[in-house]
């Protein structure tokens, strides 16, 4: 039987990984690096300098994963690509006697992230360890509180966002996988942003204001940074102005 530990691994910061997923790491029999390609070896290149600190000569696997099929209907090619990357992991385990396998994973595994979704496609056993997500690193950078006084947060997608608006309900909307400025399509009066890319990374970058001004700025900053890059994690809050 293989166990895999998802460990939260925050949001890029050396510092985000907590004492429980150190010791994790350190008691796994084998660490399996994901890679995303040329343009994202960034991450795996974090991912590494975490091990070289906190588990250094431990035995550790990379493995290539596919990439999601953007012709198929969404939710179909989220199905089929999960389990294309499921395959690639049994595949890059070789643990003949089971064993501890562990991942680190960016921000929150249990947040917008499809890491125990992919594991249940496995006869493994799965445990999470909780991490920092990127909306609390958000948050900090800004120095502001998640919630209005006494009001709830609603956390959507940017494909949620550009597809419904912004919910009529809520007065905050935290919105996360937004790979094109979905906050454009809104009518900005009344909105104000607060927009983080690269948080907890040497690379952050923060912009806040009312939508209307700071919405053009984060659109010609996030482009710049994704040219430069080749990719970008960002994450934003929405706000009503009565409720900020």
Same mark, same amino acid.
Request: charged letters at 20%.
């Given at each position: ?21 150190? &010791? ?27 091990? #070289? ?9 990379? /493995? #290539? ?35 501890? /396998? ?23 056993r799965a445990r999470v360890i909780p991490g920092i ?26 494909? &949620? ?7 009529? @309900?809520?007065? &905050?909307?935290? /919105? ?30 923060? #912009? ?33 102005? @009565?409720?900020?």
């Amino acid at each position: 039987m293989i166990d895999l530990v998802l460990i939260g691994a925050g949001t890029g910061h050396p510092d985000h990984l907590t004492l429980q997923g150190v &010791r994790a790491l350190q008691e796994a029999d084998l660490v399996l690096i994901p890679r995303k390609g040329a343009d994202k070896e960034d991450l795996a290149h974090l991912r590494r300098a975490m091990l #070289d600190r906190h588990r250094p000569g431990g035995a550790v696997v990379e /493995v #290539d994963l596919p990439v999601r099929d953007a012709e198929m209907p969404y939710l179909q090619g989220v199905e089929a690509w999960h389990d294309a990357i499921a395959q690639a992991w049994a595949k890059a385990v070789d643990l003949p006697q089971g064993g501890t /396998v562990a991942m680190l994973v960016w921000g929150d595994p249990s947040l917008y992230d499809s890491s125990l979704r992919i594991a249940a496609r496995l006869d493994w056993r799965a445990r999470v360890i909780p991490g920092i997500t990127a909306i609390q690193a958000l948050c900090a950078a800004h120095t502001i509180p998640l919630n209005s006084l006494g009001n709830e947060v609603r956390i959507t997608t940017g494909r &949620r966002l550009r597809e419904a608006g912004f919910p009529p @309900d809520a007065d &905050r909307v935290v /919105v996360m996988l937004d790979g094109a400025c979905a906050f454009s399509t809104l009518p900005p009066q009344g909105l104000r942003i607060w927009w983080g890319a690269y948080l907890g990374m040497p690379e952050q970058l923060l #912009d806040a204001g009312p939508l209307a001004e700071a919405g053009p700025r984060i659109e010609g900053v996030r482009a710049a940074a994704r040219a430069a890059h080749g990719w970008i994690m960002d994450c934003y809050l929405l706000a009503r102005n @009565d409720a900020h």
